[in-house]
């Protein structure tokens, strides 16, 4: 057998590549890096994944019997290191810092504790006297073996990694307790952990276990998104680290000494609030989160680049909090707002210890302003530069579901393998007797195992692809910072458009619209009576299935202000909005300008926009008509389907607006997406696209595939699509029916048998976004991938023209009856609630473009890749 022929034989190894330099590069199998978890068994691990944790098994069990930091029995410093020195910290910082943590539990007054990873024990000392029963686990024999010895009252220390919370031993510790933990315990643990994916088996199932109205305490984490300051403190000389300590606890291939000065070197797990969230909103059961700034007085990693999080289980219902911004509060002030009581939360305060500048407080000293009032010192979600206060401490918690996002952890698994899988390369061609390749590249799939920093260049790559799309059509770069990367984001060509004008075309297509739907509700309206929505669609003459859209019509029409609600909840007439040319008359009057005219006004700036925004001249002719036949789309006189296809040619018809800005930048970016899971992964990629349709999805995957082999699914709910795609792209697809509204396995679709699920603009058609995206998941083998397309924000025109073709057959729910669209009349998902269905279906956001300050992002079409749990 070849080196190559052993290679590829090893379980480790998906695929084996020679470059043209000569080189080798070697790819992980994603089933090594895989955590495979049912509910009520303990998890299935991927060889790498039980390596990585043997290996912080062995180093910890060596650490304890060195004994190294021991100061008393609830103080045994073992293992902890300043980073930037390698010495043990100060006994009185982590006495603190133990105090502290000991606090934070029994605020939330347990009675039965289970603690995963207890180590030497300082939180056990603190915590049993006040519990009635305590069950602790840890990997170390050492440790284990004399906490489990010192017969404490209700303790019991079993070995056990935290992934075994079903395993034998801890179920039999558990039983002694009598009942359910109260809470689940995983304090300065976690960064031990090999990937998120463990980490959400692990969260799982203390989840599962602990009572109703319990906690599952994840403390001492390290925050991703600080991972970058974190080390450019311990690398500038003119910033030193503040007393000379930051901590870690010792990790593989350290050994006490200090780590390399490089962010993707480091070899521990941090995440952010948005990857915790994600991973609690998975849970069948209500959580809610409370994320808790560290309030140590000393400055110090521990104070500066950690949190705790309380994950409630089950909560009782709490009243919303007043938020009031910092801002208009202030240090003087807060004091006497927080002695008022609550609920409130103080939001937008600077960190000081990281954002330094006047009167700016730190978590300690906030801390020192609430004494006594019964508030605590939170965490800002979304910028870890940034404090909150909440006053009383329940009013911390907010809904996972609502904090779930695009996070960017960092996994230490990928380094990890990579390094393991050189190891086993370079051995088999020592056995062989040949030359080790001068070039060796190991790599892991992408989406699975990846740390902070190459998750941020998937996301740079995928984000320049599009730009390059963009760039060939014609549309211009806006000017980039002086800092931002070179390469195709430099590109400057002169086109039709430039994505400076994309938001001002957005703006026009909404006051188009808007005028529009204010003309035929003031036609209603203008006797001055207030009527109810049941009675405005009744006088419009709608058709019963479209009687969703004027319900809708009238709540934008009354958040834009151009009609008000009674407190009855009646519908009268309202005022236009400043600037509008509209203003100081009656806006319910408002016309089309000559829309319907045909002359100068809304109608050469509904063609200016659609120029713009890339959409072909047919485009603005079916707004057009759309518009000035409104009456009689409600009505179904006319059908909508006939003036978007006035040809009866669907499928041209469709294709029209394929290649508009946003989908040609967001296409070329789901290209790259898909060649970097291809040349990751074993060939061929197996590629399930659903909802195809007209195909322009599929022929921008296929083009950033190249000549790539792939397994192709294309499918869509249609046969009609099936077969001129069929006809279309010939032989290298594949061809089949399948409905996003209907069990996917159950209809054919072979479960775990896809690399990449792609929906494109197709999850706003599902009934229950939330449940297809379910069996879409169940689509995916290890480390697969979710892709969608969708749009995130309610666009006035296309609310007032296509919305038409969406109106369900007689007897069909409307869209999204079960999801988070239920009662609201949206088709679409806003990007919050995109992340949070994401979440609950097992599926982990980890790539979202357009960015926030992109003048691409004013169209909201947004790509998101997930990656499977």
Known sequence: MTPYESLLAHPWIARVDHTEDGGLVVTADPAALAVRHESGQPPVLGDLVAEHLEHWGEVYDWTYRSAQGGHRPDLDLSGWRATDTGEPLPAEHMAEWADRTAELVLRHRPSRVLELGCGTGMLLHRLHPHLKGYVGTDIADHVVSRLD??????????????????????????????????????????????????????????????????????????????????????????????????????????????????????????????????????????????????????????????????????????????????????????????????????VGIPNGLLRPAAGAPTAASLRAVLEGTGGVVLLDPDDPMRLQVAVPATAAATPADALAGVGRPHEPLGAFARTRLAEVTRREFRRAGLPIPGKLTAQVPTGAGRDAAALALDTVDADDAGHLALARTGVTASARTPSAPTGVRAFARSGVTTLADIPDAIRRFDEIALRALASLVGGVLASGDALTADEIVAALGAAPRHGWIVRRWLEVLRAEGLVRVDSGGRFLGGEAPAGDDNAGRDPVRATLGSVEGGGEGDSAVLDRACATLGYPPEMAVFFRTALAHLPELLRDEIMAQSLLFPDGDLLTSLSKDQKNVSNTYLNAAMGHVLARAAATRATPLRVVELGAGAGGSTDAALEGLGDTDVDYLFTDVSRFFTITAEERFGDRLRYGLLDINADLVAQGAVRGGADVVIAANVLHCARHGGRSLRWMRELLAPGGLVVVTEAIREHYLVLATMQFLLSPREGEPELGAGDRRGGTGRVFFTGRELTAELAEAGLRPILELPGADSPLAAPAQHLFVAAGL
Not at 217 to 222: F, K, M, N
Not at 314 to 334: E, M
Request: charged share 20%; glycine share 10%.
């Open 149 to 346: 010895g010192l017969g404490l009252p209700g303790v019991t220390v079993v070995r056990a990694a935290a992934h075994e919370i079903n395993g034998a031993a801890v179920r039999e510790a558990l039983a002694g307790l009598g009942e359910r933990p109260d809470c689940v315990l995983l304090n300065s643990v976690t960064q031990c952990f090999p990937s998120v994916e463990y980490l959400a088996a692990v969260l799982g199932d203390a989840i599962d276990a602990v009572a109703p109205g319990g906690t599952v305490i994840v403390g001492d984490v390290r925050h991703s998104g600080l991972l970058d300051e974190h080390y450019r403190r311990l690398d500038s000389p003119a910033e030193p680290v503040p007393g000379g300590r930051a901590a870690r606890r010792t990790g593989p291939q350290q050994d006490g000494r200090a780590a390399q000065r490089s962010p993707a070197a480091d070899t521990e797990l941090l995440f952010d609030p948005a990857t915790l969230a994600a991973l609690a909103a998975c849970s069948t059961r209500r959580v809610t989160v409370s994320l808790f700034a560290k309030t140590l007085t000393a400055d110090t990693e521990l104070t500066r680049y950690r949190f705790d999080a309380v994950l409630h289980v089950d909560p009782p219902v709490s009243p919303d909090a007043v938020v009031h911004a910092w801002d208009s509060v202030g240090a003087d002030a807060l004091a006497g707002l927080a002695r008022q009581g609550g609920p409130i939360r103080v």
